[in-house]
């Protein structure tokens, strides 16, 4: 899946990515906006930039996020 800036995210899952750490459980559920895509590479192996209500700005896994309309 290809995430463009400015898009709503929910975390619907844990992330089976290494990247992954066990206090990013706590994100599940939350929804946020992507800030930083990195579309240079468009790689869906890379982390993204998201800003979640409340809790900051994180890079998480692509497997974690789902676009919400």
């Known amino acids: 899946m290809t995430f463009r800036q400015g898009q709503k995210v929910e975390i ?4 089976t990515d290494e990247s992954w750490e066990d206090y990013m459980e706590a ?3 939350l929804h946020g906006i992507i800030t930083d895509p990195d579309v240079s590479k468009n790689d ?3 982390l993204i930039e ?3 209500d409340e809790k900051g700005t994180h890079r998480l896994p692509q497997d974690c996020l789902r676009i919400i309309e």
């Open 27 to 29: 994100f599940i559920g």
């Open 12 to 15: 619907f899952q844990r992330s």
């Open 44 to 46: 869906p192996d890379a």
């Open 50 to 52: 998201v800003s979640l």
